[in-house]
């Protein structure tokens, strides 16, 4: 098992752009979260998807969307890209919502935003 | 609301001594509260969760709700001990989302 996947590894867009982020759970998960994670900070949850639904999600405008596939894979989508979007995007997998539910990590796509 | 404060952004120490990364939180009611770590090029992974009450890797964090703090610790640093560390936080009250603090990296020296 490969664990969390997620692509590309990097990418570079300019301001106005949108992108399209890509995740691969850990075989057997069924939810997948998104984290944006700016230089020295820690990751900031954008939302959860189970059951192909956004469950939960944190303070991120509507630019910040998802979608998530019978298959249990998600993508994450920013349109109207800003400078402040530059950050690491983290994927983590687990199996099901709960709090208590240990969470996988991706290695991350870094997105540069010029 | 939820907040998870980490004071160190650098915490350096002697191979052998003490460490101690800090935690402190911000919630209303019972957290789930989690320690993750990150070597370097490595991702981001689980290393103890206040409820399994467990030692990982010679590591304890004891949840003290009056001091609100779920701080790090470990008797004899190792210089394979070098790393991010995350606390984070979640939990009913907090609609299961995970609060991640800003990290504390420890260097341990040879």
């Known amino acids: 098992d490969a664990g969390v996947t997620q692509s590309p590894t990097h990418l570079i867009k300019t301001r106005g752009q949108q992108v399209t982020l890509r995740c691969s759970p850990k075989?057997?998960?069924?939810?997948v979260s998104w984290y944006q994670q700016a230089l020295g900070q820690g990751p900031q949850f954008i939302f959860q998807?189970?059951?192909?639904?956004?469950?939960q999600r944190g303070n991120f405008p509507d630019r910040f969307s998802g979608h998530q596939f019978p298959n249990y894979s998600s993508e994450l989508n920013v349109n109207a890209l800003l400078l402040g979007d530059s950050a690491l995007y983290l994927c983590?997998?687990?199996?099901?919502?709960?709090?208590?539910?240990?969470?996988?990590f991706g290695p991350g796509t870094r997105l540069l935003v010029l | 609301a939820q907040r998870v404060t980490q004071p160190e952004k650098l915490l350096s120490v002697f191979k052998g001594a003490p460490v101690e990364l800090k935690c402190n939180y911000s919630y209303s009611g019972s957290p789930e509260l989690f320690w993750y770590v990150q070597y370097s090029r490595q991702r981001l992974q689980l290393l103890l969760r206040?409820?399994s009450r467990e030692s990982i890797k010679g590591f304890t964090a004891d949840l003290n709700k009056g001091e609100t703090s779920f701080h790090l610790k470990k008797p004899f640093a190792q210089e394979e001990d070098s790393a991010m560390y995350y606390c984070a936080l979640s939990g009913p009250q907090a609609r299961n989302k995970f609060y991640f603090g800003s990290g504390t990296k420890l260097n341990v020296k040879p």
């Open positions: 075989s057997g998960h069924d939810t």
């Open positions: 998807y189970y059951e192909e639904e956004e469950r």
């Open positions: 206040h409820i």
């Open positions: 983590a997998s687990s199996l099901g919502m709960g709090a208590r539910e240990t969470q996988y």
